[in-house]
């Protein structure tokens, strides 16, 4: 049995867990004609799991929405580029309805569930791509990432989610949620493995510096953690140090940025699904019909604020990178939540305060596994240069011995 095949077999087997919403049965077979053509690069049989809002040719495509089920005529640039070196798409996963949403719990297709505890939610929205590659069923995971859709789920199981450089990655193929605030991101296991797959494709560095000395500064007073993901964070604090890291704390008022990302996000997302909110709004879970209907209500002043805060936002972060190399927060304000209260109204904003903060910016950030006994925590490392970037984050890595 190839690992391709394997891969597949386990998805099948840990169906439970929910992550697939399609499984590509033809997946060794691919491979096999890749490897008689001699066409298989430097990604061959990488298996990916791509999220069910990006296209695949002769896969259906959902967008975690019945109501809007399909199949695709085309792959994605972004699938196309990994596929040309060899890598196969082993299916297509669960997400949340629209991608508007953080917890993963689909009420269409079901939630997805955490390998370290089936009861709790992966994160969303990209919860079955993370899923997938956490419990070994993929070795990359394909997301997007409109608040931390890709670093909220990696976090909450245990891996590693990148999001790059706003409008780095080609979009087209993948279904918007918000233009002005959409990324498409990778998850890995580890880091090693995230730079491999970038340099493979010629989107990241294949060599990267090993950092002897850096500044970085955590930022203080976005909101209150759980006492577990605090003692993980300053565990991770603790490590960024030990391989160089001289530390600053910074305070900021995140609240504004927190509220303009929001109302740019409803906004577009009611423009770019309003006709299936007057089509279809009978079918939708209730939080996405909630949200898109708030969004369609708010008055284009709100929006053009918005986009002045968004403004605001960069500039301030941009004067924070010229003094630190990198800037650090826990990816999430609280470890993974029982599926049961995901519908809280305290969840959402405790999964998204940190993260949002580089949508609305733009700087490329990562979501990397912090030391804990317990359930999975991360660390967000975001900073100005992806290079230095992913160079701290691998010297991290490294570090805690993963």
């Known amino acids: 049995m190839s690992e391709v095949e394997r891969k597949i077999a386990e998805a099948r087997r840990r169906a439970d867990l929910n992550y697939f919403i399609h499984l590509n049965e033809g997946a060794a077979r691919e491979l096999e004609a890749l490897q008689r053509a001699g066409r298989c690069g430097a990604l061959c049989g990488l298996a990916v799991a791509v999220k069910d809002n990006i296209e695949v040719a002769g896969m259906p495509i959902t967008n975690g929405a019945p109501y809007m089920k399909r199949m695709s005529d085309k792959t994605a640039p972004v699938v196309r580029r990994l596929m040309a070196e060899g890598a196969v798409v082993i299916g297509k996963t669960n997400m949340h309805e629209l991608a508007l949403g953080a917890t993963n719990v689909n009420p269409h297709f079901g939630p997805t569930k955490n390998p370290h505890d089936p009861s709790r939610i992966t994160g969303g929205s990209s919860g079955g791509s993370a899923g997938a590659v956490a419990a070994g069923m993929a070795d990359l995971g394909i997301g997007t990432d409109t608040g931390g859709s890709v670093r909220i789920p990696a976090a909450l199981c245990g891996v590693v989610g990148y999001k790059p450089p706003y409008g780095k990655i080609p979009t087209e ?17 580890t880091v090693a493995d995230l730079v491999s797959v970038l340099a493979a494709v010629g989107w990241g560095p294949r060599e990267l510096p090993t950092p002897k000395r ?20 300053w565990r991770a604090v603790a490590v960024l140090e030990a391989v160089g890291g001289l530390r600053d704390e910074v305070f900021i008022d995140a609240g504004r940025y927190s509220a303009a990302r929001a109302a740019i996000l409803l906004s577009e997302a009611a423009a770019n699904y309003y006709d299936y909110l007057r089509s279809s709004a009978e079918q939708m879970g209730r939080d996405v019909a909630v ?32 003094k630190y190399d990198v800037v650090v927060t826990p990816t999430t304000a609280t470890e993974a939540v029982e599926i049961e209260e995901a519908a809280s109204i305290a969840v959402r904003p405790k999964l998204l305060a940190y993260t949002e903060l580089f949508n609305l910016t733009g700087h490329p950030a990562v979501s990397v596994p912090a030391p804990t006994s317990g359930l ?25 011995g993963r």
């Open 173 to 189: 193929g993948v279904l918007p949620l918000a233009q002005s605030l959409d990324h498409v991101g990778f998850i890995t296991k």
């Open 291 to 322: 949200l898109l209907s708030a969004g369609a209500a708010l008055p284009a002043v709100a929006y053009v604020a918005a986009k002045r805060v968004k403004e605001e936002a960069v500039r301030f972060f941009e004067t924070l990178f010229k």
């Open 376 to 400: 999975p925590a991360g660390l967000q490392i975001a900073a100005r240069d992806e290079e230095v970037l992913l160079a701290v984050a691998k010297a991290y890595e490294e570090e805690t």
């Open 214 to 233: 850096f500044r970085f500064a955590v930022l203080m007073g976005v909101t209150e953690n759980t006492r577990h993901v605090e003692k993980a964070f």
